[in-house]
């Protein structure tokens, strides 16, 4: 009854393996989208040497910075988003923060 008091309620076994299956899946899928759209910016389809050279490698390492930034700020303005709904169902006997 955890619940009643402000506390997550405990998931079971099955909840919390289906919770990391879906982990998981997110995960493959965003590097799965980092790794398409990094090769494809910065690794040209003709290959000449089995080794990045230097100019690759750098558009590589900036890529994937990048990436990872937007990733994070799309993240934060998302729960944000969630927080404002939130914050506006729970003051919806109000102007829920509309005028």
């Given amino acids: ?4 008091f402000g ?11 289906a ?16 790794v398409q759209s ?16 230097k100019g690759e490698s750098v558009c590589l ?8 930034d937007v990733n994070v700020k799309v993240s934060e303005k998302m729960q944000g988003d969630a927080a404002m709904r939130q914050g506006g169902a729970a003051g919806a006997g109000g102007a829920g923060g509309y005028v």
């Fill in 1 to 4: 009854m955890s619940f009643l």
């Fill in 7 to 17: 506390g997550r309620p405990q998931l079971s076994s099955a909840e919390k393996i």
């Fill in 19 to 34: 919770a990391a299956e879906l982990e998981v899946e997110m995960v493959s899928d965003m590097l799965n989208r980092l």
């Fill in 38 to 53: 990094c090769s494809k910016k910065c690794i040209p389809p003709d290959y000449r040497e089995g080794e990045l050279n």
């Fill in 61 to 68: 390492d900036r890529c994937v910075s990048k990436f990872f």
